[in-house]
């Protein structure tokens, strides 16, 4: 069974930056997007940031200009390099791969932003 594992997670002060990434470990094949998802206690999950096959992106309003999502296609690992980080990302942070047959998740990666 082909997982996905993050990594990057952490304590960091608000300001601050972090750079998670999801690597596979196994093959898989068909992947036409690659996003981060992020849920804070007590909220819905939701969406931080998808990157396509093509390159094309797209982020949540409160992340933009702040994050930003990158893959590296042959390694089929996408990263999500997040700077300026505020409380309000605190979050368990989780990335996804949606292929032509399924959605592959990972585990989560905690991310807590605090003085």
């Known amino acids: 069974q082909v997982q996905l594992v993050e990594s990057g997670g952490g304590l960091v002060q608000p300001g601050g930056s972090l750079r998670l990434s999801c690597a596979t470990s196994?093959?898989?094949?068909?992947?036409?997007?690659m996003g981060w998802y992020r849920q804070a206690p007590g909220k819905q999950r939701e969406l931080v940031a998808r990157?396509?096959?093509?390159?094309?992106?797209n982020y949540v309003d409160s992340v933009k200009g702040r994050f930003t999502i990158s893959r590296d296609k042959a390694k089929n690992t996408v990263y999500l390099q997040m700077n300026s980080l505020k409380p309000e990302d605190t979050a368990v942070y989780c990335c996804?791969?949606?292929?032509?047959?399924?959605?592959?998740w990972g585990q989560g990666t905690q991310v807590t932003v605090s003085s």
């Open positions: 996804n791969f949606e292929t032509t047959s399924r959605a592959y």
């Open positions: 196994g093959s898989i094949f068909g992947v036409y997007a």
């Open positions: 990157i396509t096959s093509g390159g094309s992106s």
